[in-house]
């Protein structure tokens, strides 16, 4: 006869955390490791840095469509707005700071780097504008009129 056990699903996931996927995506990546256990750090000082891109929300009103990036820790100089060929790119760099002497670093878990974001634009748009407030780019995309459908009384005698 065999004997009941209760399931726990904590023994799957350690499981899994146990398999060579996992376990290279905790050593090369930094993640951190299931159930409080370290992954094994590489002894090189090297700081690896992970791919950022700013997180976007496009929004629609009557007039315009509006844009909002968050951009922290970045200064206006140290990116760019461009259109072309009906493309709007934000491009550019979010800085890693220096380590000062005195102060180490002992888990660096913000992205830092280059990065670069993408919109098609409808055709035949123009007069876009931008402003940067508090680490937030707020780009305004005016629609263009669309033609009003013309209503035309008819007569019924």
């Not at 370290?38 to 509006?66: G, H, N």
Request: with cysteine; hydrophobic share 40%.
């Amino acid at each position: 006869m065999k004997a009941l056990s209760t399931w726990n699903p904590f023994k799957e996931m350690e499981e899994l955390a146990e398999t060579p996927l996992c376990q290279l995506a905790n050593v090369r990546l930094g993640w951190p490791a299931f159930f409080g256990r370290r992954p094994a750090w590489p002894e090189s000082s090297e700081i690896l840095m992970s791919e950022w891109l700013p997180r976007v929300d496009v929004m629609e009103s009557e007039k315009e469509f509006l844009l909002k990036a968050e951009l922290p820790e970045v200064k206006k100089e140290e990116f760019k707005v461009s259109v072309e060929k009906g493309v709007l790119s934000i491009t550019g760099e979010r800085k890693l700071e220096k380590e000062e002497k005195g102060k180490k670093y002992h888990r660096i878990e913000r992205a830092y780097g280059r990065f670069e974001r993408s919109f098609a634009l409808p055709e035949g748009i123009g007069g876009i504008t931008w402003e940067f407030k508090d680490g937030v780019l707020t780009v305004h995309i005016p629609k263009k009129p669309e033609a009003k459908p013309k209503t035309v009384a008819v007569k019924v005698e």
